[in-house]
């Protein structure tokens, strides 16, 4: 694992759900995916939880495509989908990143939940595809698309441990709801 997913980025482990989802969707260990790409998994997890949107792959799919890194070890990347994507790169230029890197072992688990070493062949994606996407996912790909993009990546990952999440964002960006639909303006 490189040590800016934690330090800069606010990864966690035991990952979340969604986590583990995305890495299985595309058949990647954690250290196979750019800083950067990390950056959009975590910011889209906070402004979901923000916005009261469940968390959902086929609905980050929707905004986001895989960039398949040189084989056979070169690092893949996320890019915004042909609708676009939801943030700004949390760094334009992540240098150096992989000197910092750490082990992780697997402690009383019989078996991880996503890819635990490098994979060879991970799955190239291009928005959500041919899944079936429920009403709810449909209404939260509005809500989303419906906001001022892209959004700051760094200054939606500054308000996951605010006190009062919610209020932090729309300092920054002024969001409500109107007839169900999400509505953002920049202040």
């Given at each position: 694992m490189y040590?800016?997913?934690?330090?800069?980025?606010?990864?966690?482990?035991p990952f979340?759900?969604?986590e583990?989802d995305f890495?299985n969707?595309v058949?990647a260990?954690p250290?196979?995916l750019?800083?950067?790409?990390?950056?959009?998994?975590r910011a889209f997890?906070v402004?979901?939880t923000?916005?009261?949107?469940?968390?959902?792959l086929?609905v980050?799919?929707?905004?986001?495509?895989l960039k398949?890194?040189?084989?056979?070890?070169?690092i893949?990347?996320?890019?915004g989908?042909?609708?676009g994507?939801?943030f700004?790169?949390?760094s334009q230029s992540?240098?150096?990143?992989?000197?910092e890197?750490?082990?992780?072992a697997l402690?009383?688990?019989?078996?991880?939940?996503?890819p635990?070493?490098w994979?060879?062949?991970?799955s190239?994606?291009h928005?959500v595809?041919?899944?079936?996407?429920?009403?709810?996912?449909?209404?939260?790909?509005?809500?989303l698309?419906?906001?001022?993009?892209?959004l700051d990546c760094?200054l939606?990952?500054s308000?996951a441990?605010?006190a009062?999440?919610?209020?932090a964002?729309e300092?920054e960006?002024?969001?409500?709801w109107?007839l169900?639909?999400c509505?953002?303006?920049?202040?």
């Amino acid at each position: 694992m490189y040590y800016c997913f934690f330090r800069d980025l606010g990864v966690c482990l035991p990952f979340t759900q969604f986590e583990y989802d995305f890495l299985n969707h595309v058949n990647a260990a954690p250290c196979q995916l750019h800083p950067n790409s990390w950056g959009f998994l975590r910011a889209f997890q906070v402004l979901c939880t923000v916005l009261g949107i469940e968390v959902s792959l086929p609905v980050f799919l929707h905004f986001y495509q895989l960039k398949l890194g040189v084989p056979p070890y070169g690092i893949l990347s996320l890019n915004g989908s042909r609708d676009g994507g939801l943030f700004t790169l949390y760094s334009q230029s992540y240098k150096n990143f992989k000197q910092e890197f750490f082990r992780a072992a697997l402690v009383n688990v019989d078996l991880p939940q996503f890819p635990f070493y490098w994979c060879p062949r991970p799955s190239r994606f291009h928005g959500v595809g041919q899944v079936k996407l429920r009403a709810l996912e449909v209404a939260a790909i509005d809500n989303l698309a419906a906001l001022p993009r892209p959004l700051d990546c760094k200054l939606v990952l500054s308000r996951a441990n605010a006190a009062y999440k919610e209020r932090a964002l729309e300092s920054e960006y002024f969001v409500f709801w109107w007839l169900g639909v999400c509505v953002a303006f920049f202040c």
